[in-house]
Nanobody, 114 residues
Framework: QVQLVESGGGLVQPGGSLTLSCAAS????????MSWYRQAPGKAREFVAL????????TYSDSAKGRFTISRDNGKSTVFLQMKSLKPEDTAVYLC???????WGQGTQVTVSS
């Protein structure tokens, strides 16, 4: 049974930082590129970041570039998203996605507010 379980979300003040984790099971994690997406209320789901199988290549949306860092630990089947300098417009549900097979996690809520 495939599972992608996100964690690490929460309420943070503008300018603060959070690190999200996505623990994968039920498929060969080390053979799949992984991505983070986010969806704010009333808006379409949008791409945030992608990391290649080995972690050697990363891609970011313009809004994430310079503030977010995606990484992975293949030994622990986990992908991370470090977020800093958070803004209110970063408020959304953040979802993990396994590119090879199209699996989605259930998401974790990030709220940036004072």
């Amino acid at each position: 049974q495939v599972q992608l379980v996100e964690s690490g979300g929460g309420l943070v003040q503008p300018g603060g930082s959070l690190t999200l984790s996505c623990a994968a099971s039920g498929f060969t994690f080390s053979t799949s590129a992984m991505s983070w997406y986010r969806q704010a209320p009333g808006k379409a789901r949008e791409f945030v970041a992608l990391i290649s199988v080995t972690g050697g290549t990363t891609t970011y949306s313009d809004s994430a570039k310079g503030r977010f860092t995606i990484s992975r630990d293949n030994g622990k089947s986990t992908v991370f998203l470090q977020m800093k300098s958070l803004k209110p417009e970063d408020t959304a549900v953040y979802l993990c996605y396994a590119n090879r097979n199209g699996y989605w996690g259930q998401g974790t809520q990030v709220t940036v507010s004072s």
